[in-house]
């Protein structure tokens, strides 16, 4: 038996684990005069059970472990003060959550049994008692491990997308709401924030005014403006605060450093924090999934190498390749046939961003876009036998202006594959339908002398603050003209392993001014490399951090052509070490004093990697850029997600 609430300091510490604070979301999570009553006091009015012991009081509700005679299993039972029993609305919709708490049976939640009211008005809900600890108290003994650190989240997110697939959010993720039994697997509790996504405006206006859900540190930005329409993707801001937790020690506050900064955590779990912690939802992860798979890509790469896993992969890779783009060439199939002609519908930023596809969105008239992960010559094969359809022209300003207005609209921005080449012996255009190339629509081309990358600093931690605080990885480009050049759509592209991050400077969404984006003669500007909008004014930035580990850049301008190319990639950069580039003999060598924004010395030690211009392979593509009224730039390296096509009467 256990002691009564009011003696709590000398209850005896359970071995079990209890979903506390269950319901309190829906009770409104305040405090309360009510004392529970005593463990040995509710055996007669809870027939079915026995052996009660108290374990902790809640906002407004008490929990105890007991017996379950029929099984003789151990149970948690939360009960809530009798008062709450007499308001008829609230109990409706205490039945209500209750029930749809209980159709969530899932290996990594914690189950509901059953609820009720018993002879003395106390409404109760009754849930599985697990044997472990909390995330929270192993936090407090000691860091996690980053591998499991990675298994906990990913089981989160698991349990997640089932309950979202189920229409319960759960609006309260943090450590002490993840339980780890004993043999080390994740059960998520305290749905009790939980509502039914479809029926949210009903929920919100039942629920207590001006009342905050969540924990303060951990609630979503939404959640923290008590916004009406909050939805499951403030689950996953809520998972990502607590990712940076565990891979800190710290909460993500204001604007944060990214984990790697923080700690020994690898940069490529940067970019799976960054998002998750989006202010806007549709810039996070759409689906618990979604960053499930992102953290299990990271978990593949840090734990094999790409050459061995190639290795591993290559008795297979004829028949998987042919499995995969087989049945993804007939989905394709499918969605044009049946899309293609059809009304156009309308679509929003989040569904065009989504990581699932094929998917087709019809434009106008004459043009579509298809979302299929691919390089300019396979989705080029790919279309090219697809009946109806061709990769996309263009022989007008009107036809151009139509397309870039719809995408801007529906909030596209990434670059688009059309059907545009330029043979690189012969230097001529063509448009793959073999209509005439009649019209034109490039970026600008680079001057001479072109601007210059001097500088590369990959792991900045005491070099370079910005007002914030923070220090954000950066490079140096230099002007040796004698005239300001314009740095709007000029691309850097960051190659690390097999994977690549890219950004252009100065787009239509952009916050920048001309001025900001003027380099005069003889200036050294520094440009950030930091998934956030840098906070100070005056401040560029590309969206994405250098990988500190190795890697290697691509500089190139506005039209697509690459004016600096490393051979190789970079060794492993010492913190606070920079890479600077010797113009007059064309190589990179180190340098233990960095100098940002001024003009570098030429180094007398290590060379670290060559320079060199590339010559471009095959063919180079013509990618639309929608982010820039449609224009167009030379590409032939990436994989892009859309193809733009144009309908056809083949």
Same mark, same amino acid.
């Given at each position: 038996?256990?002691?009564?609430?009011?003696?709590?300091k000398?209850?005896?510490?359970?071995?079990?684990l209890?979903?506390?604070?269950?319901?309190?979301?829906?009770?409104?999570?305040?405090?309360?005069?009510?004392?529970?009553?005593?463990?040995?006091?509710l055996?007669?009015?809870?027939?079915?059970?026995?052996?009660?012991?108290?374990?902790?009081?809640?906002?407004?509700?008490?929990?105890?472990? &007991? @017996?379950?005679? #029929?099984?003789?299993?151990r %149970?948690?039972?939360?009960?809530?003060p009798?008062?709450?029993g =007499?308001?008829? /609305?609230?109990?409706?919709?205490?039945?209500?959550?209750?029930?749809?708490?209980?159709?969530?049976?899932?290996?990594?939640?914690?189950?509901?049994?059953?609820?009720?009211?018993?002879?003395?008005?106390?409404?109760?809900?009754?849930?599985?008692y697990?044997?472990?600890?909390?995330?929270?108290?192993?936090?407090?003994?000691?860091?996690?491990?980053?591998?499991?650190?990675?298994?906990?989240?990913?089981?989160?997110?698991?349990?997640?997308?089932?309950?979202?697939?189920?229409?319960?959010?759960?609006r309260?993720?943090?450590?002490?709401?993840?339980?780890?039994?004993?043999?080390?697997?994740?059960?998520?509790?305290?749905?009790?924030?939980?509502?039914?996504?479809?029926?949210?405006?009903q &929920? @919100?206006?039942? #629920?207590?005014?001006?009342? %905050?859900m969540?924990?303060?540190?951990?609630?979503?930005?939404? =959640?923290?403006? /008590?916004e009406?329409?909050?939805?499951?993707?403030?689950?996953?801001?809520?998972?990502?605060?607590?990712?940076?937790?565990?891979?800190?020690?710290?909460?993500?506050?204001?604007?944060?450093?990214?984990?790697?900064?923080?700690?020994?955590?690898?940069?490529?779990?940067?970019?799976?924090?960054?998002?998750?912690?989006?202010?806007?939802?549709?810039?996070?992860?759409?689906?618990?999934?979604?960053?499930?798979?992102?953290?299990?890509?990271?978990?593949?790469r840090?734990?094999?190498?790409?050459?061995?896993?190639?290795?591993a992969?290559?008795?297979?890779v004829?028949m998987?390749?042919?499995?995969?783009?087989?049945?993804?060439f007939i989905?394709?199939?499918?969605?044009l046939?049946?899309?293609?002609?059809?009304?156009?519908k309308?679509?929003?930023?989040?569904?065009?961003?989504?990581?699932?596809?094929?998917?087709?969105?019809?434009?106008?008239?004459?043009?579509?876009?298809?979302?299929?992960?691919?390089?300019?010559?396979?989705?080029?094969?790919?279309?090219?036998?697809?009946p109806?359809?061709?990769m996309?022209?263009?022989?007008s300003?009107?036809?151009?202006?139509?397309?870039?207005k719809?995408l801007?609209?529906?909030?596209?921005?990434?670059p688009?594959?059309?059907?545009?080449?330029?043979?690189?012996?012969?230097?001529?255009?063509?448009?793959?339908?073999?209509?005439?190339?009649?019209?034109?629509?490039?970026?600008?081309?680079?001057?001479?002398?072109?601007?210059?990358?001097?500088?590369?600093q990959?792991?900045?931690r005491?070099?370079?603050?910005?007002?914030?605080g923070?220090?954000?990885?950066?490079?140096?480009?230099?002007?040796?003209?004698?005239?300001?050049v314009?740095?709007?759509?000029?691309?850097?592209r960051?190659?690390t392993?097999?994977y690549?991050?890219e950004?252009?400077?100065?787009?239509?969404?952009?916050?920048h001014?001309?001025?900001?984006?003027?380099?005069?003669?003889?200036?050294?500007?520094?440009?950030?490399?930091?998934?956030?909008?840098?906070?100070?004014?005056?401040?560029?930035?590309?969206?994405?951090?250098?990988?500190?580990q190795g890697?290697?850049?691509?500089?190139?301008?506005?039209?697509?052509?690459?004016?600096?190319?490393?051979?190789?990639?970079?060794?492993?950069?010492?913190?606070?070490?920079?890479?600077?580039?010797?113009?007059?003999?064309?190589?990179?060598?180190?340098?233990s004093?960095?100098?940002?924004?001024?003009?570098?010395?030429?180094?007398?030690?290590?060379?670290?990697i060559?320079?060199?211009?590339?010559?471009?392979?095959?063919?180079q593509?013509?990618?639309?850029?929608?982010?820039?009224?449609?224009?167009?730039?030379l590409?032939?390296?990436?994989r892009?997600?859309?193809?733009?096509?144009?309908?056809?009467?083949?």
């Amino acid at each position: 038996m256990g002691d009564a609430p009011a003696k709590k300091k000398s209850t005896t510490k359970l071995n079990g684990l209890n979903p506390l604070g269950l319901l309190d979301g829906v009770l409104g999570g305040q405090a309360t005069d009510w004392e529970p009553p005593m463990a040995e006091e509710l055996e007669p009015l809870f027939p079915g059970y026995h052996d009660f012991q108290f374990i902790d009081r809640g906002g407004m509700g008490a929990v105890y472990a &007991a @017996t379950q005679k #029929s099984l003789e299993r151990r %149970v948690a039972i939360k009960i809530l003060p009798p008062e709450m029993g =007499q308001d008829v /609305a609230f109990v409706d919709r205490f039945h209500q959550e209750a029930r749809l708490l209980a159709r969530l049976q899932h290996p990594h939640i914690v189950a509901i049994y059953d609820f009720g009211r018993n002879a003395s008005g106390h409404l109760f809900i009754v849930m599985e008692y697990v044997e472990g600890t909390s995330l929270l108290d192993l936090m407090k003994k000691q860091p996690l491990s980053l591998s499991k650190t990675l298994e906990v989240i990913t089981q989160v997110c698991e349990a997640l997308q089932f309950a979202h697939d189920h229409g319960v959010i759960h609006r309260d993720i943090k450590p002490t709401n993840i339980l780890l039994d004993v043999r080390g697997r994740v059960r998520v509790a305290d749905f009790g924030l939980a509502k039914l996504s479809a029926t949210s405006q009903q &929920a @919100t206006t039942q #629920s207590r005014t001006g009342m %905050v859900m969540g924990t303060p540190g951990y609630a979503a930005p939404e =959640q923290r403006r /008590a916004e009406a329409n909050l939805d499951h993707r403030a689950d996953i801001f809520s998972t990502g605060v607590t990712l940076y937790e565990l891979l800190t020690g710290h909460l993500p506050v204001g604007v944060f450093e990214p984990p790697s900064k923080k700690s020994d955590a690898p940069a490529l779990l940067d970019k799976v924090v960054t998002r998750a912690l989006r202010e806007r939802p549709a810039d996070r992860y759409q689906r618990a999934s979604d960053m499930q798979a992102a953290i299990r890509t990271v978990v593949q790469r840090l734990e094999q190498p790409l050459m061995q896993r190639a290795i591993a992969k290559r008795p297979i890779v004829s028949m998987m390749t042919s499995v995969i783009v087989g049945a993804g060439f007939i989905y394709l199939l499918d969605a044009l046939n049946t899309e293609l002609f059809e009304k156009p519908k309308p679509v929003n930023t989040a569904y065009v961003d989504s990581e699932h596809g094929p998917t087709v969105v019809k434009l106008n008239d004459r043009f579509s876009l298809v979302r299929l992960k691919l390089n300019w010559d396979e989705a080029r094969r790919r279309i090219q036998v697809t009946p109806g359809v061709e990769m996309a022209s263009f022989h007008s300003q009107q036809e151009l202006q139509d397309v870039a207005k719809k995408l801007h609209d529906m909030g596209v921005n990434a670059p688009l594959w059309t059907g545009g080449w330029m043979n690189a012996e012969s230097g001529q255009f063509a448009w793959t339908d073999r209509s005439a190339f009649d019209f034109e629509a490039w970026m600008p081309k680079a001057s001479e002398p072109p601007l210059l990358i001097t500088e590369i600093q990959a792991k900045n931690r005491t070099t370079l603050r910005d007002k914030a605080g923070n220090t954000p990885d950066w490079i140096e480009v230099h002007n040796p003209g004698t005239l300001p050049v314009d740095v709007t759509g000029w691309h850097l592209r960051h190659l690390t392993g097999r994977y690549a991050f890219e950004g252009r400077l100065g787009g239509l969404r952009s916050q920048h001014s001309s001025e900001q984006l003027l380099i005069q003669p003889g200036e050294y500007k520094v440009i950030y490399c930091i998934e956030s909008e840098p906070q100070e004014s005056g401040s560029l930035a590309f969206g994405f951090q250098l990988e500190a580990q190795g890697g290697r850049l691509r500089w190139s301008d506005p039209q697509g052509h690459i004016v600096q190319a490393m051979e190789g990639d970079w060794p492993v950069f010492p913190a606070d070490a920079s890479l600077v580039y010797d113009m007059s003999g064309q190589k990179w060598g180190w340098a233990s004093q960095p100098t940002p924004g001024k003009a570098n010395a030429v180094s007398d030690e290590q060379q670290a990697i060559k320079d060199g211009a590339m010559t471009p392979k095959n063919n180079q593509a013509i990618l639309m850029l929608p982010d820039f009224e449609g224009r167009w730039s030379l590409d032939t390296q990436r994989r892009t997600a859309w193809s733009l096509v144009r309908h056809s009467s083949r």
